[in-house]
């Protein structure tokens, strides 16, 4: 029996959430229009711990219009006052912190030392950080000669549409929710099915904290029903998603034939290298957190490790001594630092990628962490692979999963090419204490982030700027504003006009 399974909901959400009640349209909570429900499953024990409303069309087609009358109250919000409302939502968010981690630990497995900690401050800080430029924005004024004006305003789309993944549930929805309020938008969100808990407090915490009715709508519900309605509707022109490449293409696809603007950021096969003359200690450390971190299941995760021949035994052995101090087990037992897989749809995709890879000639090393799995769950131990060859699945797949896969080569080439042989590109690692490969390895890696002598150091001001497969525009950071303004030009002359004819 897992802990999840001794919780009451009704302790961490509004009573009409735990009803079943859980699209959050207009201000209030809804069940879909057709009635259907679908389960909301902890991970930890495979048993069901809260029926979610199951929207489609017909809901997304409500939570449009009740997001158009919310976006014209919102869009004339003054930024002050907008900065006032994301302010006070990051101060209740920090008071609602054992709930918020509670509620993505019970929803994604997620251990509760990583929900309730980093991923609350995560959340939190986003809603600071576009606080402080909501109220910045700017235009500009452009000189066109005696008696004429030129203005460039940036104006908010009016209603987004937002779809977000299952692995950072709350701050991968709070990255796009912080900075489309803040540019003045309001939204409709669809969080992932397998964890659409934390968005619903969030949307009772915004409530809280003044935002208008109808600025922040919130549909549940599957990608291929309520997802989709959303990224056809024509009344919704930008869309900001995260998730699995395939999903991605779809969704460009739609908004290539429809004309909407998109910010999308997918999947990674991103590389880790290790030179000879590196830190062998400090990149073990990297390796381990990179690759098993959230159990895999992060969309920078660099788990490609390639190490340099001679180094390839010795790296292996620290990184072997450093798992065997991750403890693994119920996520809601705050020891604990992993929980399980979030779903066994997940649990079956990397366990039949690495039978694969293994079959292929990859060769598994013995590894020992201090692995204790609730019976039921979707528990899976930290696997490290070596011997693999560039063409075995693992080295080209995307694993999401706590698989190390370790590479050896023999020049900085063929570290480089083995780094950029792939359809991705959004993140690098690399580890050197030589000035000139680093300065190398920053010019000819082709990711969106390259990070020297580090792994996952990031602050709220830097961008993610996918690559290739892995992406189009950047969250984060005063870039992400970009996404979710258009520009308007206005032209206006004082007189003395004079036309062609
Ligand atoms: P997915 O991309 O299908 O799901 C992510 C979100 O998209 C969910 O909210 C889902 O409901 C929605 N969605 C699915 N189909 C849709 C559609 N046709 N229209 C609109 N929305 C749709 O990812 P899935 O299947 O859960 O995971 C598969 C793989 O994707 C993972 O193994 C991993 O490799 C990758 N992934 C990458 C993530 C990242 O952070 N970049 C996050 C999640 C998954
Ligand atoms: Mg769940």
Known sequence: MSIAQKIKLTDYLPAE???????????TWESAQDGETFASIDPASGVEIAKIAQGKAKDIERAVQAAKKGAKVWA???GMQRAAILRKAAELIRQTREALGTLDSIDSGKAISETAGRNVDGTAGMFDFYAGVTDKIRGSVIDMGPNTTGLVEKEPYGVVGAISPWNYPMSNAATKIAPI??????LILKPAEQTPLSALLLAHILDQAGLPKGVF??????????GSALVEHPEVPKLSFTGSTATGRRIAAVAGQKLKSITLELGGKSPFIVFDDADLDAAASGAVTTVFMNQGQTCTSCAKVLVARQLVDAFIAKCQEKVAS?????????KNDLGPIVSQVQLDRVKKLLAEGIAAGARQVEVKADYQPVDGGNFIAPVIVTDLDPHNPLATEEIFGPVMAVYAFDTDEEAYAA???????????VWTTSLARAEVARRVINTGIVWINCVHTLSLNTPVPGRKASGLGSEYGLEALDNYMRLKTTVTMFGGYKGLF
């Open 76 to 78: 004339e919000t003054g």
């Open 217 to 226: 709508n919130v549909v549940t519900g599957f990608g291929a029903e309520a």
């Open 419 to 429: 780094a950029n042989d792939t359809q991705y590109g959004l993140a690098a690692s």
């Open 181 to 186: 309020l803040a540019c003045g938008n309001a």
């Open 17 to 27: 959430v735990t009803a079943g009640k859980t699209l959050w349209i207009g201000g």
């Open 326 to 334: 991750i403890k693994i087990g119920d996520p809601l037992d705050p």
